[in-house]
């Protein structure tokens, strides 16, 4: 774990929320990907991460629109 920095406080991101989205690309298609929502207490602060299963086929599109910016001259 790493040392708290000085002059910094340290919270715990309660609560957190998942759920499971589906992003609809027209060329590389359906990425399922799972949503974590952390919410900083007493502050106007979520953060919202998306990832795909390590080693799934989902995982690869975002690498895939990431190289390409999303167009990969499919027809």
């Not at 609809?24 to 919202?48: K, N, Q, Y």
């Amino acid at each position: 774990m790493l040392s708290p920095t000085p002059g910094v406080t340290q919270t715990t991101a309660t609560p957190h929320t998942t759920d499971r989205k589906t992003i609809e690309h027209p060329e590389i298609g359906d990425i399922p990907l799972d949503c974590d929502v952390l919410i900083v207490p007493g502050a106007v602060l979520r953060m919202v991460t998306y990832t795909a299963a390590t080693g799934s086929i989902e995982a690869g599109k975002p690498d895939l629109l990431r190289v390409t910016s999303g167009r990969t001259g499919r027809p």
